[in-house]
């Protein structure tokens, strides 16, 4: 078997799309439904300043992000009510992974800008990815893929049920 190569056919249209177009997706995804939990959009939350949704290329099961509605690129231009606001929701998150994934551990942080690693820089997000002892495989280090032991569909029915108290 040759691990040289792993087809994902379904990132073609996102790689191929057209850049000069793109509007933030941060700033659609809780415009596309007025109501939580829209699957279409993987948004699990909505607050008052903030919102929680799935990562679409996640690092591990249950990885979510935490992103302000305000368009923003830098930290410190965040409101306390913002700041406050994704703490707790984040606060809320690792609570309930910790319940209803049995995770182990998170890392929690921020990449600002293009040089601190930011896929999307143009707009602040908080990134919390749940851990396991033992989460780390072969699959990394020999063939440069990640393996996510559960599809995005039951992630994101377990981020919703947080904050549905279910």
């Known amino acids: 078997m040759n691990l040289d190569i792993l087809h ?3 990132r073609g249209k996102y790689v191929a799309r057209d850049k000069s177009q793109d ?3 941060f700033c659609l995804a809780p415009m596309e439904n007025n109501q939580n939990n829209n699957t279409n959009n993987l948004v699990a939350h909505k607050g008052e300043h903030s919102y929680v949704v799935m ?4 690092y591990n099961n249950g990885h979510v992000m935490v992103v302000p509605y305000i368009h923003e690129n830098t930290f410190h231009n965040l ?9 707790r929701l984040a606060m809320d998150i690792t609570k309930g ?4 994934m049995n995770a182990h551990g998170f890392n929690i942080g921020f990449n600002i800008g ?3 690693g930011a896929g999307i820089a143009d707009h602040i997000h908080m990134h919390i990815v749940p851990r396991w002892q033992g989460d780390t495989n072969f699959m990394p280090v020999l063939g440069n893929t990640r393996v996510i032991s559960q599809s995005m569909d039951e992630s ?3 981020i919703q049920s947080i904050f549905n108290n279910t």
């Open 79 to 87: 409101n306390n009510n913002t700041i406050a606001e994704m703490n």
């Open 55 to 58: 990562n679409l290329y996640p």
């Open 8 to 10: 994902s056919p379904w």
């Open 23 to 25: 509007e933030c997706v």
């Open 97 to 100: 992974l910790t319940t209803k």
């Open 114 to 116: 293009n040089a601190g």
């Open 156 to 158: 994101f029915k377990i």
